[in-house]
T-cell receptor, first 113, second 113 residues
Framework: AQSVTQPDIHITVSEGASLELRCNYSYGATPYLFWYVQSPGQGLQLLLKYFSGDTLVQGIKGFEAEFKRSQSSFNLRKPSVHWSDAAEYFCAVGSSNDYKLSFGAGTTVTVRA | NAGVTQTPKFQVLKTGQSMTLQCAQDMNHEYMSWYRQDPGMGLRLIHYSVGAGITDQGEVPNGYNVSRSTTEDFPLRLLSAAPSQTSVYFC????????????FGSGTRLTVV
């Protein structure tokens, strides 16, 4: 069964600084990988996804993520954080033979002025 | 507005009571699912459906029932609520042609006392 680990429960970053959120997955075959963002009181919004091909994936809101098979990782990055990026971020993995997503526990990002 | 609508947004139940969380989508999506979100645990799949008349269990199905009589609706039933079911519940839908292109509802916050 697939699983996802997000090692950082909470990250605080200054506005304008760079951000990197870690994600490690466990899956036997080529995974489908996703990053979602959840603003307070809202549902989840897809930031980006990786199915195959180029290992550097661009998403919405200036985010990108890099798939590294050798490290079983799919870390999310943003070069310059805005106050509106304060939210909870979830990494997820899906299998190629069903429709289920397995989510990590999430990383809460706080942005300080 | 097209999307996934969940009702109610908030609910308080007494232990042993029953209730139904409603989920409706107007995008003609075949795939619908229910997740619960608990602090430090991310989202966990309760039940899912790949079309009208077809449902299956996810990771944490105990204590919950679902049915899918129409494409649009996917209600989640709690037969006898327990404090362990206190959580935020999210419904999501997607098209089978873009199965991981989930659209999430805004959630139902349920408290069982």
């Amino acid at each position: 069964a697939q699983s996802v680990t997000q090692p950082d429960i909470h990250i605080t970053v200054s506005e304008g600084a760079s951000l990197e959120l870690r994600c490690n997955y466990s899956y036997g075959a080529t995974p489908y990988l996703f990053w979602y963002v959840q603003s307070p009181g809202q549902g989840l919004q897809l930031l980006l996804k990786y199915f195959s091909g180029d290992t550097l994936v661009q998403g919405i809101k200036g985010f990108e993520a890099e798939f590294k098979r050798s490290q079983s990782s799919f870390n999310l990055r943003k070069p310059s954080v805005h106050w509106s990026d304060a939210a909870e971020y979830f990494c997820a993995v899906g299998s190629s033979n069903d429709y289920k997503l397995s989510f990590g526990a999430g990383t809460t990002v706080t942005v300080r002025a | 507005n097209a999307g996934v609508t969940q009702t109610p947004k908030f609910q308080v139940l007494k232990t042993g009571q029953s209730m139904t969380l409603q989920c409706a989508q107007d995008m003609n999506h075949e795939y619908m699912s229910w997740y619960r979100q608990d602090p430090g645990m991310g989202l966990r799949l309760i039940h899912y459906s790949v079309g009208a008349g077809i449902t299956d269990q996810g990771e944490v199905p105990n204590g919950y029932n679902v049915s899918r009589s129409t494409t649009e609706d996917f209600p989640l039933r709690l037969l006898s609520a327990a404090p362990s079911q206190t959580s935020v519940y999210f419904c999501a839908s997607s098209s089978l042609s873009d199965v991981y292109g989930y659209t999430f509802g805004s959630g139902t916050r349920l408290t069982v006392v």
